[in-house]
């Protein structure tokens, strides 16, 4: 019998090279509530998930960026309208590569945070 998990993804670590500059720029776009918690080996930021025990989870971690979306793109939700994520985008320093993208389920746009991480911003459909 084949192995189905709930989730493939377990969680996600994104390298950063300012660990400050980055809790500021996601917390701006997305609405998290992110702060550097240093009670693990290394410094890290946790996106918290709706179900701490069974949910995925996001961490910013100081690390080595690939860099100019080289990497693999993290798709995340944000609070509000793409148009309106898309200028906090902006705003934080990143940069809007793609138009907004429609597939059945919704609509998501390509940006690239301030150490050039691969991002897509997702919202479902009403």
Do not use: C, Q
């Not at 980055?22 to 550097?36: E, M, N, P």
């Not at 693990?40 to 179900?51: C, E, T």
């Amino acid at each position: 019998m084949a192995f189905i998990p709930k989730d493939f993804l377990v969680w996600a670590e994104l390298p950063v090279s300012d660990m400050d500059a980055a809790v500021r720029f996601y917390s701006k776009v997305t609405g998290a509530d992110l702060s550097i918690d240093t009670n693990g080996p290394n410094p890290m930021a946790m996106f918290k998930p709706a179900d701490e025990k069974t949910g995925i989870a996001l961490h910013l971690y100081p690390g080595k960026p690939a860099g100019d979306g080289r990497g693999p793109t993290l798709h995340l939700t944000a609070e509000g309208e793409l148009d309106d994520v898309m200028n906090r985008v902006t705003d934080a320093g990143g940069k809007v590569v793609s138009e907004v993208i429609e597939i059945p389920p919704g609509h998501f746009f390509y940006a690239l945070d301030p150490d050039g991480n691969s991002l897509g911003f997702f919202k479902y459909h009403d």
